[in-house]
C-alpha cells in the first residue's frame, strides 16, 4: 500500500527567511508520480509540481525547489525567500499509475510572518 | 480555458437527509476524482470516474455514491447524512491517456446540522 508522510505539521517563519518542507513516501511500485499541492485560505488545491519516479533531476522554478531522492524516498520543497502569500497548506501526494488516485499526505502549514 | 467547477459552494443539511454535490471538468479531461477534506482528517480519496465507469473507490460506506455523465461531469451524492460527514468535498479532473496531472475545483463545503 502506498504512503505519503508529512512529519512537520506547522511551520512559522519570517518573511525572507527560506522554509524546507519534507515528505516522505512508501510505494511498492517502480512506476510512481509524486506531487506538490498548495492549498490557500480559499480552499482550491494549486498544483505545484508533478515528478515521475525515472526522472530524479532536481527543478527550480523561481522562488519555489525540489529535491527528489529515491535512495531516501523522499520529495522534498523548498521555498526561498518568503513572503507572506506563500502562507498555506502544502501537501505531498503519490500517484502508483498515471491517473489513479492521489494519496495525499497530511500536510504541513507554512505560516509567514511579516 | 474555465477550470474545474464545483456547485454549490456551501451547502447546509440536517442529519438524514441527502446531498447533491456537482462537478465540470475541464474541457477534454475524461476523469473526475473526489476527495474529502475533513478536519484533522486529511484529504482522503473517495470516487474515481473515467469515461462514465467507476474505476476505483475509497474506503467510504455505500451511501457516498456518484455517477458521471456523457459530458464527463460528476455528481457525487451523500445518503443519510451524518454529522461527520461535514467537510470540504474537493473534485479534481485529468485526461489519463495523456498523462496530464490533476486540476482540483475549489471545493464544496457541506456542513451537516
Known amino acids: 500500500a502506498q504512503k505519503v508522510t508529512q512529519a512537520q505539521t506547522e511551520i512559522s517563519v519570517v518573511e525572507k527567511e527560506d522554509v524546507t518542507l519534507d515528505c516522505v513516501y512508501e510505494?511498492?511500485?517502480?512506476?510512481?508520480?509524486l506531487f506538490w499541492y498548495k492549498q490557500p485560505p480559499s480552499g482550491e488545491l494549486v498544483f505545484l509540481i508533478r515528478?515521475?519516479?525515472?526522472?530524479?533531476q532536481n527543478e527550480i522554478s523561481g522562488r519555489y525547489s525540489w529535491n527528489f531522492q529515491k535512495s531516501t524516498s523522499s520529495f522534498n520543497f523548498t521555498i526561498t525567500a518568503s513572503q507572506v502569500v506563500d502562507s498555506a497548506v502544502y501537501f505531498c501526494a503519490l500517484s502508483e499509475a498515471a491517473g489513479n488516485k492521489l494519496t495525499f499526505g497530511g500536510g504541513t502549514r507554512v505560516l509567514v510572518k511579516p | 480555458e474555465a477550470g474545474v467547477t464545483q456547485s454549490p459552494t456551501h451547502l447546509i443539511k440536517t442529519r438524514g437527509q441527502q446531498a447533491t454535490l456537482r462537478c465540470s471538468p475541464i474541457s477534454g479531461h475524461t476523469s473526475v476524482y473526489w476527495y474529502q477534506q475533513a478536519l484533522g482528517l486529511g484529504l482522503q480519496f473517495l470516487l474515481w470516474y473515467d469515461e462514465g465507469e467507476e474505476r476505483n473507490r475509497g474506503n467510504f460506506p455505500p451511501r457516498f455514491s456518484g455517477r458521471q455523465f456523457p459530458n464527463y461531469s460528476s455528481e457525487l451524492n451523500v445518503n443519510a447524512l451524518e454529522l461527520e460527514d461535514s467537510a470540504l468535498y474537493l473534485c479534481?479532473?485529468?485526461?489519463?491517456?495523456?498523462?496530464?496531472?490533476?486540476?482540483f475545483g475549489s471545493g464544496t463545503r457541506l456542513t451537516v446540522v
Open positions: 479534481a479532473s485529468s485526461w489519463v491517456a495523456r498523462g496530464d496531472g490533476y486540476t
Open positions: 515528478r515521475n519516479s525515472f526522472d530524479e
Open positions: 510505494t511498492r511500485d517502480t512506476t510512481y508520480y
